[in-house]
C-alpha cells in the first residue's frame, strides 16, 4: 500500500527549497496531486507533492511560523491523522529567539493524538475511526538547533561551505554589515540582515535573474555540496521507510 507521509514547514521558501532538495538529494519526483486531497485553501498555503515509489510526501507551508494552528484547523490535520493511513508527520521550524522545549510545547500544543521530539523520530500508537490501534512517527525538525536564527542562516552556513560560493556570500556579509550602521538601520536586526544577505547573494550571483523568485535561485545551486545542509537535512533520509531501524 502507498505510504503517505506528511511534512508542514512555514513558508513557502522551506517548501522551495526541500522539495528541490528532497528531489536533488533524495530522489523524490515532483506529482500534481495527492491521495490526501489536501490543496491550498487561501493564498498562504503552499502544498507540494512528492513521490518515490510506492511512497507519497505531501510538503505543507503553512505560510509562516504563527500560521501552523490555522494550517492544521482549517485542513483537519488532526481528524486526516486518525481516519487515514498517514504512516508519519515532520514538523520543520525556525529556531528563531526561542527555546527549543518552548518551540516543543508548542508545536505539541497543535496536535490532539500525537507528540514530538526535538531532533528524533519518535513512535506515536493511536486508534483509528474504529478504536484499533495503529502506529505513526513524528519528528521534529528545528531549523536551526544548534543556535538561534532562522532557514536564512542555514542557507548563509550552507553557501559559506561550499568553495564555490564562499568568497562571494562572504562579501555580501560585509556588505550588509557596512549598511547597518547609517543607511539601513533596520539591518541591525539579525533576522532582516540574514535576509537581506541571502537576497543580495542570490541577485548578485545570477543577475539576469535578479528579479525573479526564490524558487529561481534555489534551483541554481547545488546544495547537496552543503556538509551543513547535508547533516541539518539528514533526517529527510528516514522519509519514504520505516522508522521502526531508529527506535
Known amino acids: 500500500p502507498m505510504r503517505i507521509e506528511l511534512m508542514l514547514v512555514e513558508g513557502v521558501s522551506d517548501v522551495q527549497?526541500?522539495?528541490?532538495?528532497?528531489?536533488?538529494?533524495?530522489?523524490?519526483?515532483?506529482?500534481?496531486?495527492?491521495?490526501?486531497?489536501?490543496?491550498p485553501l487561501d493564498g498562504h498555503d503552499h502544498i507540494e507533492s512528492l513521490s518515490k515509489g510506492e511512497n507519497q510526501l505531501i510538503l505543507c507551508g503553512v505560510g509562516g511560523n504563527g500560521r501552523f494552528a490555522h494550517f492544521i484547523e482549517k485542513h483537519r490535520i488532526n481528524s486526516i491523522i486518525?481516519?487515514?493511513?498517514?504512516?508519519s508527520v515532520m514538523v520543520v521550524t525556525d529556531r528563531d529567539e526561542d527555546s527549543i522545549s518552548k518551540i516543543r510545547r508548542r508545536i505539541n500544543d497543535?496536535?490532539?493524538?500525537?507528540?514530538?521530539?526535538?531532533?528524533?523520530?519518535i513512535n506515536n500508537e493511536i486508534k483509528d475511526s474504529f478504536g484499533q490501534p495503529k502506529q505513526i512517527d513524528t519528528y521534529l525538525l528545528i531549523v536551526p538547533m544548534d543556535k538561534k536564527g532562522a532557514l536564512e542562516d542555514i542557507i548563509i552556513d550552507a553557501l559559506r561551505d561550499m568553495p564555490e560560493e564562499k568568497a562571494l556570500i562572504e562579501e555580501v556579509i560585509g556588505f550588509i554589515d557596512s549598511l547597518k550602521e547609517e543607511v539601513v538601520p533596520e539591518l541591525s536586526r539579525i533576522n532582516s540582515a540574514n535576509k537581506a544577505t541571502v537576497g543580495t547573494f542570490f541577485s548578485v550571483r545570477d543577475p539576469k535573474h535578479a528579479m525573479r523568485s526564490f524558487a529561481t535561485y534555489v534551483s541554481k545551486i547545488d546544495w547537496s555540496k552543503?556538509?551543513?545542509?547535508?547533516?541539518?537535512?539528514?533526517?529527510?533520509?528516514?522519509?519514504?521507510?520505516?522508522?521502526?531501524?531508529?527506535?
Not at 538529494?25 to 486531497?37: A, I, M, P, Q
Open 226 to 247: 552543503s556538509e551543513s545542509l547535508n547533516e541539518m537535512f539528514l533526517p529527510f533520509m528516514d522519509l519514504g521507510t520505516t522508522k521502526e531501524l531508529y527506535m
Open 82 to 87: 486518525i481516519e487515514r493511513e498517514i504512516s
Open 110 to 121: 497543535l496536535f490532539e493524538n500525537i507528540s514530538y521530539r526535538a531532533g528524533e523520530w
Open 17 to 39: 527549497l526541500i522539495s528541490y532538495y528532497l528531489q536533488n538529494v533524495y530522489g523524490w519526483k515532483h506529482e500534481k496531486k495527492n491521495d490526501l486531497r489536501l490543496e
